[in-house]
């Protein structure tokens, strides 16, 4: 049965981005969410895939939701979330990567959250994760680190599992 996860690093107010870039630069962040969407679909909202650096993400399905075809080189498009996830219905698990559209809209339907929690509130930012009842979701893992001279901030990789 296919699992739909969304992937993030949010601040404490679930900031994500501001000016269509991410407001964290954390190394660790981005090998876990290399590690854990490498060999999978991912699906984001057009301005995140004008944000990556290099376009079309290596070794992944990438889908854009768009009404623009051919606009985003190395991604399909399709026009709306469950098009796309009608379209990976044959595959486990599903990464939901940005942006604040896309996450709002794919929360009611989300299974897992894959959240990096970074301790800091930004001065700052324009886009948001969506506000979710943490009740409604079970800790799974959940792994502090410090800040160190590569991180600026003390963080968690926490994954959520939704309650049946």
Same mark, same amino acid.
């Given at each position: 049965m296919?699992?739909?996860a969304l992937i993030a690093a949010i601040a404490k107010n679930n900031a994500i981005?501001?000016?269509?870039?991410?407001?964290?630069?954390?190394?660790n962040d981005l090998k876990r969410f290399k590690a854990l969407t490498t060999g999978h679909t991912i699906i984001m909202g057009s301005n995140t895939f004008r944000s990556l650096p290099k376009g079309a993400l290596p070794n992944r399905r990438n889908i854009v939701l768009s009404?623009?075809? @051919?606009e985003f080189p190395g991604a399909e498009t399709f026009s709306s979330l469950? $098009?796309?996830l009608t379209n990976c219905s044959n595959e486990e698990i599903v990464y939901?990567?940005?942006g604040e559209m896309l996450y709002k809209s794919a929360m009611p339907h989300a299974d897992?959250?894959?959240?990096?929690?970074?301790?800091d509130t930004p001065a700052k930012a324009d886009a948001f994760f969506p506000?979710? @009842?943490?009740?409604?979701?079970?800790?799974?893992?959940?792994?502090?680190? $410090?800040?160190?001279?590569k991180h600026q901030f003390n963080y968690r990789f926490v994954t959520y599992l939704k309650r049946s």
């Open positions: 296919q699992k739909l981005g501001f000016e269509n870039r991410l407001i964290y630069w954390l190394p009404r623009k075809e @051919n469950e $098009e796309a939901i990567i940005g897992i959250l894959c959240l990096t929690e970074i301790d506000e979710f @009842n943490r009740r409604e979701w079970e800790v799974i893992e959940d792994e502090t680190f $410090e800040k160190d001279e």
